[in-house]
């Protein structure tokens, strides 16, 4: 029984809708408070001021939830069409990046703009999801096409944008690019060998990338014997495994993280998930992975239940992408993967990344309307709390409620009584 209302549960209209909406929500707050709690030594010690990185992730939080509200609230031919210009300022920009950007720890991914600092590797996976899934939807409204017609000018476009970000020497921004592009292939429907073929070249990519440069040859060394390097490359690899045990079964409390003290570098960013299981414990890691597995669930949901191939596309792009980044971000902290710099989507520090997230997901939330009966449900579900809150103080009506016409008084002749 439990089971049958639990399938009744999830096949409502608007399921994908909520799920989008409070694991993104429950995530972004999660994300605030490991950074105040991972950055606030570090940003004492920097600037004097324990909330700086805090207010500053706090303001890419205030720009972005608009952005992802006004997404939420676009129709799909809007993302068809913005593919296109977000293509083309992300190349300008990767350009500008390998030619201007400023090098840091070994990468150079950050264009300084006056007093702020943007990572051009970021808008370009919102770019390259939207021009590749509009592209091969055009491709494919005609019917079944050849895996051969899939690869122009999807492979040279995604080969430019992985390209300029290697050149920038970001090897894991350069790995989720490669995700959506699978992802985009898989969906349309390309043969196992053409992925063979593709998996071969960027295997092959990865391994002279690796040997050209020093520094990923010794993080690779630091993954394969992190105790036996931890006065070296396996330094970070060993002080977040060290966070993570610590951590135990339900964590030593918000806020109460020893590692946090100078001894895990990047705490507040790329490896904010071995404090979350320093002050968590295991129960709050399992909680961050179960929010990252119902995001991509409802992604794929909404991708699964609508007809349209753009949507299709789309949406499990998306999905790959926070997905697959989440999880490669979560395995290098736990030494499954190697350490590749790329933060944890939601949760770590930086506008960069949060602010194409988001975009990201408030495109997935305007898809979730499109699924069957979601648009009647939400129409029949009445005005939410804000707009209630704004009737109650008297600035304005419920949103979709409309003012009740007047009626004019009418009088009946039996009812007319003559002079007594």
């Known amino acids: ?37 991972a950055s606030s030594i570090k940003a004492l010690q920097d600037t004097g001021n324990p909330f700086y990185w805090f207010l500053r992730q706090s303001t890419s939080v205030a720009i972005g939830l608009p952005v992802m509200w006004i997404c939420s609230r676009l129709p799909p031919r809007f993302f068809r069409l913005a593919g296109y210009p977000l293509m083309a300022v992300s190349i300008i920009l990767l350009i500008m990046t390998v030619f201007l950007g400023r090098t840091e720890l070994g990468a150079q991914r950050w264009l300084d703009f006056g007093g702020f ?20 939807a055009r491709r494919a409204r005609g019917g079944l096409i050849e895996w ?42 390309a043969p196992l060998r053409l992925f063979g073929g593709i998996l071969a070249l960027l295997s092959m990519a990865t391994v002279i990338m690796i040997s050209v440069e020093g520094y990923r040859s010794a993080r690779i060394e630091g993954w394969l014997d992190v105790w036996g390097t931890v006065s070296g490359p396996g330094y970070q690899a060993a002080m977040g495994q060290i966070a993570m045990g610590t951590g ?21 960013s790329d490896f904010i998930f071995s404090i979350l299981g320093e002050e968590l414990g295991l129960m709050g890691t399992l909680v961050v992975v179960a929010l990252f597995a119902l995001l991509g669930y409802a992604g794929l949901r909404v991708a699964s239940r609508v007809k349209d191939p ?15 980044q989440a999880i490669v971000n979560i395995g290098a902290v736990i030494g499954a993967l190697p350490i590749t710099g790329i933060p944890l989507p939601l949760v770590s520090y930086g506008g960069s990344a949060l602010l194409p997230t988001l975009a990201a997901l408030g495109m ?6 499109r699924e ?13 709390p804000a707009a209630r809150a704004l009737s109650w103080l008297g600035l304005g009506r419920p949103a ?8 004019r008084p009418t009088t009946r002749h039996a009812d007319v009584k003559g002079p007594t």
């Open 1 to 37: 029984m439990r089971l049958a209302a639990l399938g009744r549960l999830l096949d409502r209209p608007l399921t994908s809708y909520y799920l989008l909406l409070g694991c993104s929500a429950l995530l972004l707050s999660l994300g605030l408070m490991m950074v105040l709690s």
């Open 400 to 407: 979709g409620i409309r003012r009740p016409a007047r009626r």
């Open 117 to 136: 600092s943007i990572q051009a590797s970021e808008p370009a996976k919102l770019g390259l999801m939207l021009w590749g899934a509009d592209l091969l």
């Open 148 to 189: 051969r017609q899939l690869l122009l000018p999807l492979m040279p476009g995604t080969a430019i944008i992985a390209i300029l970000v290697m050149l920038g020497r970001d090897l894991g921004t350069t790995v989720v690019l490669m995700l959506i592009f699978l992802a985009l292939l898989w969906v349309v429907g």
């Open 372 to 384: 069957p009966g979601a648009a009647e449900a939400l129409a029949a579900r009445g005005p939410g």
């Open 364 to 369: 997935l939330l305007s898809f979730a309307k």
């Open 248 to 268: 135990g079964w339900f964590g030593l409390g918000l806020g109460s993280s020893r590692q946090k003290w100078g001894r895990v570098p990047h705490a507040e």
């Open 310 to 324: 753009f949507i299709r596309l789309a949406a499990s792009a998306a999905v790959a992408w926070i997905t697959g």
